[in-house]
């Protein structure tokens, strides 16, 4: 595998060959979404941590929650936005731009999401993801009760809280590792 091949700076080969759930588990993204995304390519290399990142991105961005897709790839963004996450922002930036069908709502929260024409519900739900991040240890019980406020329940503050934390952590891996966004993100739903 040359440099170029590699989804990430670190010498971590592929399993080869991919157990075949695995297999198909990249034949439907290739299907889907015209690409393999480069954070499951990266995660090949042990089955056991592909399956574990696995099911903890599906059930956050994909599984039963009052937060809309939309809103779940806000948070991902903000928090890859105060992080510098290159890979995070190129990929769940095109997820914003394609779930809003508006590119500038996709680059305004890439860039500054405070400057995004946002309603009080997702502006609140944005402030918190970005606290969580900036300085987790200063969210108090009047954080929790603006999101309330804004409309939230108590498992939305929850699954709010667990997206920041997923995306917190994935974006300290990706920058770590140098984890190379696929190309096709960059130009996708502009």
Request: charged share 25%.
């Amino acid at each position: 595998m040359t440099d170029t091949d590699r989804p990430t700076a670190l010498d971590l080969p592929q399993v080869d060959p991919l157990p075949a759930d695995k297999q198909k588990y990249f034949d439907i993204c290739q299907e889907k979404l015209g690409m393999v995304p480069n954070v499951l390519r990266s995660y090949a290399f042990d089955m056991a941590k592909f399956d574990a990142f696995t099911a903890m991105y599906n059930d956050l961005m994909l599984g039963d929650s009052n937060l809309t897709k939309l809103e779940r790839e806000m948070i991902a963004v903000v928090v890859s936005s105060i992080n510098r996450c290159f890979y995070c922002l190129a990929a769940h930036g095109a997820a914003v731009r394609q779930l809003s069908g508006d590119p500038i709502l996709g680059e305004q929260i890439v860039l500054n999401w405070r400057v995004a024409k946002l309603d009080a519900r997702q502006a609140a739900m944005l402030g918190f993801a970005a606290k969580l991040t900036e300085s987790c240890h200063t969210v108090v019980d009047a954080d929790r009760q603006a999101l309330r406020d804004a409309g939230f329940s108590d498992r939305d503050i929850w699954d709010i809280a667990s997206v920041a934390a997923f995306f917190n952590m994935s974006n300290r891996v990706a920058s770590a590792t140098d984890m190379k966004p696929n190309p096709e993100y960059h130009a996708s739903y502009r």
